[in-house]
């Protein structure tokens, strides 16, 4: 089945530490994609990569870091500098150029206590 | 970073109902529209991608006016199993190569038997 994964489902951690949500792609697509999702918001887009060992920075950026060392794997690391870390963590992914639909991951949800 | 507008609804329907909803965007380079359908404490699903005037798929209907920077869409024949949240979100990756979506905050639509 091609798709996408993250992992965990759900993740808990005190405050101060980092974490790193796991998204991996079977699709064979070149972009990738975080989003934040926190209740009765929109998707705010964290961090985007279209080729390996390249990356943008997104709307919130601040706090988060990202790497792209393969094409089908993009982890998100949550660092203690994220003041409000808890929220829905989803990855996406997309064929490259412009019009590109993307598909997301069923999401971590992190909660930050 | 362009904005994307929705009314949060809910909207009330009974089943059998048409209902329809809008979403503006201020972006008027945007090329490529999408409607995402999401279910509670899961992830966007694509519904529908609009690339040019419309796009129908069974009944469902989307619609672009660009004159008026809005895309519709249309559900008839409504089922209990479209009650959830849907998403519009519009291109803003134009002229960049990359697909980079601004969300709505989405439309919660409620059927009821």
């Known amino acids: 089945d091609g798709g996408i994964t993250q992992s965990p489902k759900y993740l808990f951690r005190k405050e101060g530490q980092n974490v790193t949500l796991s998204c991996e792609q079977n699709l064979n697509h070149d972009a990738m994609y975080w989003y934040r999702q926190d209740p009765g918001q929109g998707l705010r887009l964290i961090y985007y990569s279209q080729i390996v060992n390249d990356f943008q920075k997104g709307d919130i950026a601040e706090g988060y870091s990202v790497s792209r060392e393969k094409k089908e794997s993009f982890p998100l690391t949550v660092t203690s500098a994220q003041k409000n870390p808890t929220a829905f963590y989803l990855c996406a992914s997309s064929t490259t150029g412009s019009l590109g639909e993307q598909y997301f991951g069923p999401g971590t949800r992190l909660t930050v206590t | 970073r362009k904005e994307v507008e929705q009314d949060p609804g809910p909207f009330n329907v009974p089943e059998g109902a048409t209902v329809a909803f809008n979403c503006t965007y201020s972006?008027?380079?945007?090329?490529?529209f999408f409607w995402y359908r999401q279910d509670c404490r899961k992830e966007p699903k694509l519904l529908m991608s609009?690339?040019?005037s419309g796009n129908e798929d069974g009944r469902f209907t989307a619609q672009l006016n660009r004159a008026s920077q809005y895309i519709s869409l249309l559900i008839r024949d409504s089922k209990l199993s479209d009650s959830a949240t849907y998403l519009c979100?519009?291109?803003?990756?134009?002229?960049?190569?990359?697909?980079?979506?601004?969300f709505g905050k989405g439309t919660m639509l409620l059927v009821s038997p």
């Open positions: 979100a519009v291109n803003s990756g134009e002229g960049t190569g990359y697909s980079t979506l601004t």
């Open positions: 609009v690339y040019s």
């Open positions: 972006n008027s380079a945007s090329q490529s």
